[in-house]
């Protein structure tokens, strides 16, 4: 479980680790798709549905010989032992120096695990357990976290501190994005709105990569971190990536072995027409068609002038570079 500081070298050990396994996982396999939407019938009682979650729960170790390394938790997603965790998980294990992840259930079985591929951005993995022709595991509904409302019940599964898999029930207390939070981007490296589930749930050490379910046992979120207060006093904040976000991250990984995401490559900011106004009468510079011939100072919002995108950067070989985009275009 990681804290707010940065990680380092994530990449590198992630590709370390996957080696030459980073292609996706078959399509053939069976995937427990995101549950339909309400209405729905009540939960079950929070034992039952515990005890019905926990064997697709497993907690993962890195290993040389007989030596643990690292650690952190994982789920299953398909019948054929597809499992999902952090990808900072398996690149602390490399990092380490493991040579190989393994995966330990509630029940005493225990797999080897072959890493397939990771997503740092969203601090996503996918791997795949490592056992005899037939056997079947239990995979884990994928919820909607998008339905979820402040105050609803969720529960916490993992290894905290690398011990035994247990629940921490707690609520929602919110969503947060990663852009609006400097150190939280920072921390998962993230270069998108990234959504993280505030829950008041304990985490921990060794929670990392572990499921948040809801009342109804379905996946809401992918635990990622703790934010420890210190000094404050007020107890841990938990998160987790919200699950419409990290199930079609699976998905592509899955399919492609990667995430590929769109770029413009450029950065722009809002002008209106008080702001034209404004840089026509210091300066001269007409910002927005209009501005030159311009409307009456004082005039209703638009004041002749429309409202337009300045660009402000351009990144060298992406598309708007390519297309002829420049620093101080409209």
Avoid at 31 to 58: G, N, T, Y
Avoid at 123 to 134: E, F, N, Q, S, T
Avoid at 193 to 210: E, F, H, P, R, T
Avoid at 231 to 255: C, T
Wanted: with cysteine; net charge negative.
């Amino acid at each position: 479980m990681r804290r707010l500081l940065p990680t380092i070298g994530r990449a590198a050990a992630t590709a370390a680790l996957l080696g030459s396994s980073s292609a996706a996982a078959s399509s053939s396999s069976s995937f427990a798709a995101p549950s339909a939407a309400p209405p729905r019938a009540p939960p079950p009682p929070l034992p039952d549905m515990i005890e019905d979650v926990f064997p697709s729960l497993c907690r993962v170790q890195g290993a040389v010989g007989e030596r643990e390394l690292g650690g952190g938790s994982a789920f299953v997603i398909s019948e054929d032992g597809t499992i999902v965790t952090n990808a900072h998980v398996f690149a602390a294990m490399a990092q380490m120096g493991a040579r190989e992840v393994r995966a330990q259930f509630d029940d005493g079985r225990s797999f080897r695990v072959e890493p397939r591929a990771a997503d740092n951005e969203a601090d996503i993995a996918i791997g795949r357990l490592v056992a005899p022709p037939g056997t079947r595991f239990k995979p884990l509904r994928i919820g909607r976290s998008g339905a979820l409302r402040r105050g609803d019940t969720v529960v916490v599964l993992g290894s905290p501190l690398g011990g035994s898999l247990v629940p921490a029930v707690g609520v929602l207390g919110g969503a947060r994005y990663v852009a609006d939070d400097e150190a939280m981007s920072n921390v998962l490296n993230s270069r998108a709105d990234w959504s993280l589930l505030q829950v008041d749930a304990n985490m921990s050490s060794g929670s990392s990569g572990g499921p948040i379910v809801n009342a109804h046992g379905e996946v809401v979120a992918v635990s990622v971190m703790v934010q420890l207060a210190g000094a404050a006093g007020v107890g841990n904040l938990s998160y987790g990536v919200a699950a419409d976000q990290a199930w079609p991250i699976v998905q592509a990984l899955l399919r492609d072995g990667k995430v590929t995401r769109a770029a413009i490559g450029m950065t722009i900011v809002l002008v209106d027409s008080l702001q034209a106004e404004r840089e026509k009468a210091e300066t001269g510079v007409a910002l927005l068609p209009g501005a030159a011939g311009g409307g009456a100072a004082g005039d209703s919002a638009g004041a002749g002038y429309p409202t337009g995108l300045l660009v402000t950067q351009t990144v060298p070989g992406l598309p708007a570079d390519a297309a002829g985009l420049r620093e101080g275009d409209v």
